[in-house]
């Protein structure tokens, strides 16, 4: 899943645990992981839902100021299908830096 710009940071930070898609079918699966950033988000569900279901309240909880700020980023192409996708972020465990070993000589 690729978020907005604006939204990354607060993804990242756990703060933002959805996003509202119009898709045509789901794009992600449930339980999946995918790359974001140096971490990832694992998909907690996915549901389908419709217009009135996107309150202000959810758009908020989505990292939007409100319902049409969510729509002016959400809603582009033609599918009329909309889904909640709930997620949180996995921090990336202990990263592995290649370093060289000293030589014996």
Do not use: N
Request: charged letters at 30%; proline letters at 5%; one cysteine or more.
């Amino acid at each position: 899943m690729v978020f907005t710009k604006r939204l990354r940071e607060g993804v990242q930070r756990g703060e933002i645990t959805c996003s509202v898609r119009f898709w045509m079918h789901p794009h992600v699966r449930l339980g999946a992981r995918y790359p974001m950033g140096e971490g990832a988000i694992e998909i907690d569900s996915v549901e389908m839902i419709g217009f009135p279901d996107i309150t202000p309240e959810l758009a908020r909880e989505s990292g939007f100021l409100g319902v049409l700020d969510l729509l002016k980023v959400a809603k582009h192409g033609q599918s009329e299908k909309i889904y909640l996708v709930r997620f949180h972020y996995v921090r990336p465990r202990g990263k592995r830096f290649g370093r060289r070993r000293a030589s014996k000589d």
